[in-house]
């Protein structure tokens, strides 16, 4: 039932704790996903430094989606979008053939709070991935919610469990957040042949094992997956049809070696448009690793 267990991996951006999971060196991708970061929690006092902040930096070939549990996030990019998100939205920006971003707590270091959501990239499909780029902020109404025997639900993006979402996709996804209340039950169908869950707060039962937080369970296609939370419990559904292959390299997602090269070059060199509203500092390109000693 249960393929394979990803623990997060705890990694310091400089100011606040992300828990990478995707991708993973035995897990690339799970049906279109191929980046999945849970973000704090972290409890910030008013006044933190800006260097917190995630400066501009680019992206190709992929869609962020950023929802966040707890806090606020202020977006700009460089298609001339500067929006706010709050828990339970969702800013979905397709990069295509190249877009600029940055990331800033500036509500948060005015008046302190909790931040804690969940970063996700999902892979274009090879045909979309030189689309024009592109920014859409969806607020809770756009996303169906249930609620039954304990269990709260939303469908953040894609189709599942009988709704949609109006949040455009470009192949068949789903993106799902659970509440769930100790002993609520319920199922992950199996209309999806890649799928997974990633459990951000409390303990559930799944697939014939425990699950703790921190923790994405990745499920063999073809059954139904029945949850049972042994505590109260936060969980992410996510998944679809896989795309294909992909290059990750830094920011940059592709199906082409080449392409990623030249994002590359186009950023070092200055030829992608940081955001109107914030272009004033921007994260360099990492350079590559020494190579290793060879009297090592």
């Given amino acids: 039932m249960i393929e394979l267990v990803i623990d997060q991996r705890r990694k310091d951006l400089g100011g606040f704790e992300v828990g990478r999971v995707l991708p993973f060196a035995k897990r690339r991708m799970v049906g279109p996903f191929v980046f999945f970061d849970h973000m704090g ?3 910030f006092q008013p006044g933190f430094p800006r260097n917190v902040d995630v400066r501009p930096h680019p992206h190709i070939g992929l869609s962020t989606v950023t ?3 707890d806090g606020e996030i202020t977006h700009r990019d460089s298609v001339g979008v500067t929006q706010r998100i709050h828990p339970g939205e969702v800013n979905w920006m397709t990069a295509g053939s190249g877009i600029t971003h940055s990331e800033r707590f500036e509500t948060l270091r005015a008046d ?4 804690h959501g969940i970063q996700a990239w999902v892979a ?22 249930y609620e039954s025997g304990g269990l709260w639900a939303r469908l953040v993006a894609g189709e599942a469990f009988g709704a949609k979402a109006k949040v455009r996709t470009r192949s068949p996804l789903f993106y799902v957040h659970w509440r769930l209340q100790p002993g609520a ?9 890649e799928r997974a869950a990633y ?13 703790q937080t921190g923790q994405m369970a990745v499920f063999a296609p073809g059954q139904p997956v029945l949850f049972t939370a042994v505590t109260e ?17 830094w920011n940059f997602v592709s199906s082409s070696r080449d392409r990623i090269e030249q994002a590359k070059a186009d950023w070092k060199a200055g030829r992608m448009k940081l955001p109107d509203a914030d ?18």
């Fill in 41 to 43: 929690p972290v409890e």
């Fill in 67 to 69: 929802y966040l549990f």
């Fill in 112 to 115: 302190g709070g909790k931040m």
């Fill in 124 to 145: 274009l499909p090879v045909e979309d991935e030189e689309i024009d780029p592109a920014f859409h902020h969806h607020g809770v109404d756009d996303l169906p919610t």
């Fill in 185 to 193: 039950q319920d199922q992950l169908p199996a209309e999806y042949p």
């Fill in 199 to 211: 459990v951000a707060q409390g303990v559930v039962e799944a697939g014939g094992q425990t699950l």
């Fill in 233 to 249: 419990a936060v969980v992410m559904l996510l998944g679809g049809e896989p795309v294909g292959p992909r290059f990750i390299e």
């Fill in 279 to 296: 272009h004033d500092e921007f994260i360099p390109l990492p350079e590559p690793p020494p190579p290793p000693n060879p009297m090592s």
